[in-house]
């Protein structure tokens, strides 16, 4: 009797189902956190174009091992692993001199991630987006948007790269101090 196809199919059937609808949970769950995902990216690789093919390989990876997620443990950290191991293993394909070794790598993962990286702060960082001059918002939209280099930015602005990299550098240290004086304002709540 168990070898009857028609009676194993309706189990197969129900496997599958509980499956994709696990699967769909947990490509939730990476949308919910892809913001937090990418900044940890970013923080270990400064390429965007790079960071941002990772990203893509960490929800390849997260989908197709979405059934050995345990629901109601810590997403983020999951995925925070997964990403390292794809930069890891890009590291090894590039095996270019000035990126991150794999030593540093590891000491930087060592330590817990925050997931402190939420909606609110998104939405405070945006406020102090549009609190900056018009020219150092453009900046920071082409580097950080655009993925412009400095020196794509200086020829499209008509400054010098040095120019450009001196108002980005000025523009973070204004929207780092607006963040955080927004972010002791919201816990003073």
């Not at 090894?92 to 030593?103: G, H, I």
């Not at 991630?113 to 909606?119: A, G, I, L």
């Not at 400054?159 to 108002?167: D, E, G, H, K, S």
Request: aromatic share 8%.
């Amino acid at each position: 009797m168990a070898d009857n196809p028609q009676i194993n199919e309706p189990l197969k059937n129900g496997d599958a189902t509980a499956s994709a609808e696990k699967t769909m949970r947990v490509q939730q769950l990476f949308v919910k956190h892809q913001l937090a995902l990418r900044a940890f990216i970013l923080s270990l690789e400064p390429n965007f174009t790079d960071a941002e093919d990772l990203l893509q390989e960490v929800f390849l990876v997260i989908t197709r091992k979405a059934n050995e997620f345990e629901e109601g443990t810590n997403f983020f950290a999951w995925g925070c692993t997964i990403a390292r191991y794809k930069l890891l293993e890009l590291l090894r394909r590039r095996a270019r001199s000035q990126a991150l070794s794999e030593e540093v790598i590891e000491a930087l993962c060592a330590v817990e991630p925050e997931t402190t990286f939420d909606e609110a702060r998104v939405a405070i960082l945006q406020g102090c987006l549009e609190q900056l001059a018009p020219k150092a918002r453009q900046m920071m939209y082409l580097r950080y948007y655009g993925e412009h280099s400095p020196a794509q930015i200086a020829r499209l602005v008509s400054w010098t790269p040095n120019a450009v990299r001196v108002a980005l550098s000025r523009a973070r240290t204004v929207l780092q101090e607006c963040l955080e004086r927004r972010m002791r304002q919201e816990a003073a709540r």
